[in-house]
């Protein structure tokens, strides 16, 4: 049995070091994290001192708040990352719309046309449509103000507001009457999917029946993307649908949960994105096989206005062999950026946190002097067109997408490749129904364009600048035209002409608007003219 009367050891500090040791270390902790938190504020002080500096003794009055915007503003620019941006707070309902794809308005497409603002095409569903705007309306004024000269954003700012509020129009109608409607503001939806022509409301995607070809253009990619697209497959599937174009050009991106939601949509398997930070950690997103599936031949346009979103489902499809790519080099924007909103209302940060990555590993950005970025159509598929002809294309296009009753008279053949290339002068849209035609009828791709490669970019490039340099060289025309009109009529002193100053400012020469060529010649002898140095001026 144990001893009861054994001693126990002495014990000569007794328990006092625990927390003596527990508090020292706390202290060490606190005066760590203390000396970090006053180099952070330490690296606001020259800001601080010369932001009260300025605001006490500047000769003119400072707006701080513009001081704030320019400063954070600074600070983000020196990271050289276009996508890392602050939103102030008056900009944030503008970006929560282009994000979400919602706003509180009246809900239509509008342009100005000859100084007036003109209605486009009411949306499906929406207040306007509602009230009676029609396609081809002129909006006269809105709630009293002439819409004469405004410009369509200062016409947007006066046609949203507070839901449920009313708005009152003045139109003139398509055929010369006019009318004022009130519009109640309400949120509104915008589709990210359209068709190819209106169909009531909503929109046809069926662009070849007999061959059972349809057609999806994807605008953006928001949160409520993926159910408009199941949407339109599933009334495509309703009337056969063997195969789909999905148009992407143009498309700017969006949410990257869209993106991969859409690539999903004809994989059944494989990669479709992978995301890395700066440290090489991330993740990796794979298709997976369900029900909804459309494992189909697709036609996926592209061109240099398809940008992040649009990049990674058409690299997606293309790597994965789901997909042929026609049309041009994509945008090239591998980043991926996150929304963070500052505290107390205080803005919205949009920053870029990670690159992506498509299924072969390539990350898609163009950086520095790089040859190769973005996604390229396939071998025959390269199809490059102009500003010009994307201008056509849209003027063309918008005689079908208005909402109307039906009896527009348009004897449209969307079927028929030649008819697109002839009335629409959809050159893209044509190579892409006439190859699945091919697929379709015979099993095999029919080639339509060119092959990709660094020979095919820099000709399109060079034809961009062509282009360029063809209309400033127009502006120029028109300019000096006016110059000489003015210099003529007298309304122009001759006096008024070019002062011509040296690097230190000292005038070297003047002249008449009409005696232009006399500026080489001062140049030159502005080389040979010594200027006095070290003069002070005085006020």
Not at 406 to 421: N, R, T, V
Request: with cysteine; net charge negative.
């Amino acid at each position: 049995m144990p001893e009861s009367d054994r001693k126990r050891p002495v014990t000569r500090f007794g328990n006092w070091p625990v927390p003596v040791l527990c508090g020292l270390l706390a202290v060490q902790i606190l005066v760590t994290i203390g000396a970090g938190r006053r180099d952070d504020l330490a690296w606001f002080d020259p800001i601080v001192d010369v932001r009260s500096m300025v605001l006490e003794d500047f000769v003119g009055e400072p707006d701080a708040a513009k001081m704030q915007e320019a400063a954070i503003s600074g600070m983000l620019e020196t990271l050289d990352d276009p996508y890392t941006v602050w939103i102030p707070p008056r900009l944030e309902q503008d970006f929560d719309k282009q994000m979400r794809g919602s706003y509180v308005g009246i809900g239509a497409e509008i342009e100005v046309v000859d100084d007036r603002l003109r209605i486009i095409s009411p949306l499906e569903g929406s207040p306007s449509l509602d009230a009676g705007v029609r396609a081809g309306d002129v909006v006269l004024d809105i709630d009293g103000t002439d819409t004469l000269g405004l410009s369509s954003q200062e016409c947007i700012d006066l046609l949203i507001g507070i839901e449920g509020t009313p708005v009152t129009m003045k139109v003139r109608h398509v055929d010369g009457t006019e009318e004022s409607l009130e519009v109640v503001r309400r949120r509104i939806e915008t589709r990210s999917v359209k068709g190819f022509r209106r169909a009531g409301e909503g929109w046809d995607h069926m662009l070849d029946p007999d061959e059972g070809i349809g057609y999806i253009r994807l605008t953006q990619f928001t949160e409520r993307t993926i159910e408009e697209m199941r949407e339109a497959l599933d009334a495509l599937d309703a009337t056969g649908t063997r195969a789909v174009i999905l148009d992407l050009r143009f498309n700017g991106g969006g949410t990257l949960d869209g993106a991969i939601d859409v690539a999903d949509l004809f994989l059944d398997r494989g990669v479709i994105v992978s995301v890395r930070d700066r440290d090489g950690e991330g993740r990796k997103w794979t298709a997976t096989a369900d029900a909804d599936d459309h494992l189909i031949p697709i036609v996926v346009l592209v061109n240099d206005g398809s940008a992040s979103a649009s990049e990674i489902v058409a690299g997606a499809l293309q790597d994965n062999g789901r997909a042929k790519i026609l049309g041009e080099r994509s945008f090239g924007k591998g980043s991926v950026q996150e929304v963070r909103p500052l505290p107390d209302d205080r803005g919205t940060l949009k920053m870029t946190t990670a690159r992506y990555y498509l299924p072969n590993g390539r990350n898609l950005d163009r950086r520095g002097d790089e040859e190769i970025w973005g996604v390229d159509p396939d071998p025959g598929f390269v199809i490059d067109l102009d500003n010009a002809d994307y201008a056509k294309i849209v003027e063309n296009r918008r005689r079908y997408e208005p909402i109307n009753d039906g009896s527009d008279g348009l004897d449209a053949k969307f079927d028929d490749p030649a008819w697109i290339e002839r009335e629409i002068a959809d050159l893209q849209l044509a190579a892409a129904l006439r190859t699945l035609q091919s697929k379709l009828s015979s099993g095999e791709w029919l080639s339509v364009g060119g092959d990709p490669g660094s020979d095919a970019v820099l000709a399109s490039e060079l034809l961009d600048q062509i282009a360029y340099r063809t209309r400033l060289l127009d502006e120029l025309k028109k300019t000096s035209a006016r110059i000489d009109e003015l210099d003529e009529s007298g309304e122009v002193e001759s006096s008024v002409g070019f002062e011509i100053r040296d690097e230190n400012g000292t005038v070297i020469g003047r002249v008449p608007s009409g005696e232009a060529d006399r500026i080489g010649e001062l140049l030159d002898r502005s080389g040979k003219i010594e200027s006095p140095e070290g003069e002070v001026a005085e006020p």
